[in-house]
């Protein structure tokens, strides 16, 4: 059983920065690959973006790419997202996701997840 801490979200203004991270309960977190999602009202949980297990290669979605960066320090078992240049269409709640083994084609769907963090809010204001 894995557990998944998230934290960081919070309100920030349209240009701002904020830093998600996501603690995990593991001492396999490296074979896990980890990633984001996030759910707005009213919408489908969507993908944000992916660090692969084996040699921390990334995936995002178009509409981070450039602006959100992946990252994950397997010394403290922590997973990050640094969001930079915010819209406040990236209002949403934001979940860390890890799966076993799984490999960067699978990571954008969120059946192929194993554990879930219980999610932090973002809230960018115009």
């Known amino acids: 059983q894995v557990q998944l801490v998230d934290s960081g979200g919070g309100l920030v203004l349209a240009g701002g920065s904020l830093r998600l991270s996501c603690a995990a309960s593991t001492g396999t977190f490296s074979t896990y690959a980890m990633a984001w999602f996030r759910q707005a009202p009213g919408w489908e949980r969507e993908f944000v973006a992916a660090i692969s297990w084996s040699d921390d290669s990334t995936h995002y979605a178009d509409s981070v790419k450039g602006r959100f960066t992946i990252s994950r320090d397997r010394a403290k078992n922590t997973l990050y997202l640094q969001m930079n240049s915010l819209k406040p269409e990236d209002t949403a709640v934001y979940y860390c996701?890890?799966?076993?083994?799984?490999?960067?084609?699978?990571?954008?769907?969120?059946?192929?997840?194993?554990?879930w963090g219980q999610g932090t809010q973002v809230t960018v204001s115009s």
């Open positions: 996701a890890a799966g076993l083994f799984l490999p960067v084609p699978g990571s954008v769907h969120v059946g192929n997840y194993d554990y």
